[in-house]
């Protein structure tokens, strides 16, 4: 039986943490468009909730990784969950425009603590054999608990008026958000009373040894920045398109939907042992091509079954490559590194994704509802090649004790 400090027993605690606090997540994604029609915002205004979030986490992921590496793991995991609790109270509390942007803002502070401390958490426990099968694991619990959030949402909507008291001033949205922002704590307290630090106590304070910029490294990190400003690029209108295309209401589109959460709640963790098999580059390439060439067919569908086959098959590409991708930052840098490695490395992913939902929704408005969606499928298809062209990965990664020797000129 694994000890209360092994590496199993530390995954499953972040698995579990995870799982509960990502209940929220695949529904507001789905429902934030609609929530902001409703309140009157404007595509370009929801396209700023978007890009709000992705503004502070751009800010905040180097800052955090540097305490990552200086002051250990579990207080910033820690205060990115007390943050998500936070995050579902101001949606329930404020239902004006500035009010969703301010609740977006403190959902960033809160996704760059928790996700990138979670990241170099598994960093720390997970042996190379096992570092992608690990991070799919953990994408597999947060898709888990988000299907389980957006069937007790919608539950949750469907009933408000049967749970509200007569003559109450409360909206079925702000009860859905106060909802989950109770959900929240329990993820807070399980944390709070078993997650030890991972970072050991003699490294909690190491000497400055800077990161190593490899040629692999540089362009991993470009790489993802174009992926995350094209991928975002489809955020925030692909709801909006798809109710005007398919003349169907959010429920029915969530159903669609449910092959996706499907792939993602089950399929990262055997993707990633894949990668951990036969490399990262050969997965992360297939995900890159197939995620191209399905983004190119999405303004042609024309039912729901259509858009749920599709977008399952999309889900399974991006799922292929994500682990590859997250244990890649990992192996190509140092342990004592990782807090800022994985700091930079989610810092371009959401600099590309600041960017995205203002570019996408300005062509949309702009020059047809399809260019988005193969101005996309034409930027992943190129990075793709990039990758297949240029991304050299030694066969025999250095050793952990190599990789975290200062680099001198």
Request: hydrophobic fraction near 50%; charged fraction near 10%; proline fraction near 6%.
């Amino acid at each position: 039986m694994p000890g209360k400090n092994s590496p199993t027993s530390i995954l499953s605690i972040l698995q579990r943490s995870i799982f509960i606090i990502s209940l929220p997540f695949f529904l507001l994604s789905l429902i934030l468009p609609v929530y902001g029609k409703e309140i009157g915002a404007s595509v370009v205004e929801i396209g700023l909730f978007y890009s709000a979030f992705s503004f502070v986490t751009v800010i905040l992921r180097p800052l955090v990784g540097l305490g990552l590496d200086r002051a250990g793991r579990r207080t910033f995991f820690l205060a990115g969950l007390g943050g998500y609790a936070l995050t579902m109270l101001s949606f329930a509390l404020i239902s004006q425009v500035w009010g969703l942007v301010l609740a977006r803002i403190i959902q960033g502070i809160a996704s760059s603590l928790m996700w990138l401390s979670a990241s170099a958490i598994i960093s720390d426990v997970a042996g190379e054999d096992q570092r992608a099968r690990s991070f799919g694991k953990i994408t597999q619990s947060s898709s888990q608990g988000s299907i389980l959030g957006t069937f007790l949402g919608f539950f949750l909507l469907g009933t408000a008026s049967n749970l509200l008291p007569d003559h109450s001033t409360m909206s079925s949205w702000a009860l859905l958000f106060l909802f989950f922002c109770l959900t929240s704590l329990p993820a807070l307290f399980l944390a709070l009373r078993t997650l030890p630090e991972t970072k050991p106590l003699h490294e909690t304070q190491p000497k400055d040894t800077p990161i190593q910029w490899s040629r692999p490294w540089v362009l991993l990190l470009m790489v993802t920045f174009v992926t995350g400003m094209s991928v975002s690029m489809i955020s925030p209108v692909l709801i909006i398109f798809l109710q005007e295309r398919l003349g169907v209401g959010i429920d029915t589109l969530s159903w669609a939907f449910l092959p996706m959460g499907l792939v993602w709640a089950f399929l990262p963790a055997q993707f990633g042992k894949w990668a951990d098999r036969i490399g990262r580059k050969p997965m992360m390439l297939a995900g890159l091509a197939a995620a191209a060439l399905s983004s190119f067919i999405v303004p042609y569908l024309g039912s729901v079954i259509a858009l749920s086959v599709i977008w399952a098959f999309q889900a399974m590409c991006y799922a292929a490559g994500d682990p590859a991708e997250q244990a890649l930052v990992a192996d190509l840098t140092g342990r004592q590194q990782r807090g800022r490695a994985y700091g930079f490395y989610l810092m371009c992913a959401d600099l590309g994704a600041t960017i995205g939902p203002l570019g996408g929704t300005w062509l949309y408005q702009t020059y047809g509802e399809a260019i988005p969606f193969y101005v996309n499928g034409i930027i992943l298809a190129v990075c793709a090649l990039v990758l297949w062209a240029f991304l050299r990965i030694p066969s025999s990664p250095k050793s952990e004790q190599e990789m975290d020797q200062p680099v001198t000129a």
